[in-house]
């Protein structure tokens, strides 16, 4: 290709990216280096931001728990989402139906969604889960206020949004999976555990560490459900650092937005180093090709 | 793979995708474009097309001056666009529109909670000198001049009020009535029904208050220190009063509510506390009087007829109430480009004396003698509790004080931080305001 095409191709993508990735990037690395009020050019600070955001636990606890839910939701959405791709896969004329039903959590916003997931749960707009719960248990749950059964709505929720994501990402591996070594180890006498844990899993690494990658990426930046499903976050523990910036940057005592992008600063840090096995594979992978 | 072994899959995969889909169902939407009034709107028209945007929350009691200000200031070329959106949003915007030299929206809904802090930021155009201009033709000398007094800062008209809130309490009066219960007066009164509603009735929690830990909850303290005769602070001395006893007293008064009240409290509005009177899941409550014409409308609730209306109560008696009154007005923003004399014009229209006839019962309106016993049904209780209400804080750091003393406030509800502890946390916060201001 020569280079004025290349050019012409790649300029657009280039110029966009610019300006939607790169001087946002940039605005709010500035940013974290100054006291800013809005409006108002920012004044330089150093590195004070840095400081005021480690001396308060709280984004400590905000990074603990942020990480624990997406390392967990991570999982799951793996595990459901491969034995759901399975059981889609398996399907004759019905396919593209159920895969179209499938998609629908994973089209409506996340507050939207969050919203309604909140009305099964919430006693005083119906709350069918609860009273299916309180009535066969007899135990009353305070999903929004007891730490740890909001941290498993929070979870349940963010499963169900990203669920069809993964779900058909690892479809479309499945059907990449040649027939030939299926057959083979049916010839073997693999059994159906082994058999996907043994051949079909490897075959697809790619596509499952994909997965892996997207869903890391976007719930280590959860918000949104937060919004919805624990509007008293700060209280019970289950403070996001999304949502930590969103109450310094807008909220807490006015709007520190210099302390708010020194700690997005982190967190950018932060998904970095979790992406960082994920990105070395492809890396390693690039070179052996 | 088999046939049977096929159906099975198939069947497993619709029941996840319908166990997927069903909590989607039943979203719905309401919109209030019904409650728009025809009303003079004579302003002189810019050439060209003009787009003017206004900024201001869906509630029953806003809707209908922001609907008729939209449907009789739209004409020729010009356009008023009002989108809908929360009061949290409102907040956020406001901040965002009047940041930079330019902003997004041409006119603005405030209330007198924020006006200190705007004007002294030079944030909003005075109104004074239009007001004068135009009050025979809008007819603005009706408009209560306490209310006016309530939007201005520093002398000067900065809002034009369209109607103001106050706390009110509504309760089940076939509740009451039943158990030979009067309306409480005094927290310890509340307490009192409320466990007797508690131990002969079926509602579990009679007690719902908007106890919202990121918003509300910091309202509920400042009207439990209010009626406890404490101001937030000294402006004389510049000190804050947070760490008094009498802070500490609305702290415990707030507290000792807690076993009347739905245990997930710290997590209602006023929308979720008036679903709680709708469902006849609370016996009482206490709100803002612009959510209360709603509490009314038998399309909302079967218990609709058996609701009545009250004064809030005083903490600990004496004559000023667990009260709080919002003036809500319209702005005009400093940084808009659009003409401000047209735009004045578009914001006494909807305040006209036609226009706010038309916002009662769902508002209390800014303009004299308008709410009466025939026009709402929660008059007696609206103006009595406007007459006991503590003395308001125009001051620009009442509103920093109050978001910054928030999260303290709901950590001393939830239980995580003691009260003595809590007060010393909140002064610390409210000091450190208040050094920026000396």
Redesign the interface.
Known sequence: MRRREFAMFAGPSILVMSGLLLLPLYRTVQWSLQKVD??SPGEFVGLDNYRQAFSNSRLADAAVFTVTLTLLVTAVLLVAGYV?A???N???R?KPY?LG??L??YV?PHI??AS??L??FN???GGVVTYVIEKLTGVEI????DTWANRILLAMNIT?AM??FAMLIIVAGLQGVPDEILEAAKMDGASLIRTHLSVIVPSIRGVLGFVALISIMDVVRVFDPLVALS??A???GNESIMLYIYNVA??????NLGLGSAINVLLIILIVILLFPFIRGVAKEAKTR | MSTSRRRTAAAAAVVASLSLVVTGCGAGSKTASKTATQVECDYTAPSGETKVNVLAYNSSSVDPYTNTMVSSCTKGDVTVNHEPIDFGGQVQKTTATLAGDKGTYDIIETYSFVIPQLAADGKLEPLDELVEKYSDEYGLDAINENMSEAMSYDGKLYGLPMQAQMLIMAYREDVFDKLGLEPPTTFEEMRSAAEKIQAETDIEYPIALPLLASADIVTAYDAALGSLGMNLTDPDTMTANLDTPESAKALEALISLKPYMDPQVTTFDQPAVQQQMYNGDAAMSIMFSGRMNDLTLESNSQFAQDMAFAAPPSVDGGDVLYNTVSVDGWSIPANTPLDKEMLFEMIASSVSEKASKASLPAAYPARDGMVTESSMPFAAAANESISKVPPSEPYPWTAEISNAITPIVASVLVGKTPVEEGTQKMQAAAEKILAEYK
């Not at chain 1, 305070?142 to 206020?145: A, D, G, K, S």
């Open positions: 809005y409006g759901l399975v059981l889609v398996g399907l004759g019905a159920v039903l499938l629908v959590p409506i939207v969604g309604m997931f009305w099964l006693s005083n707009y305070l999903w929004m206020t169900w669920l069809p509007p008293s700060v209280q019970i807008f909220r807490d005592g006015g709007q």
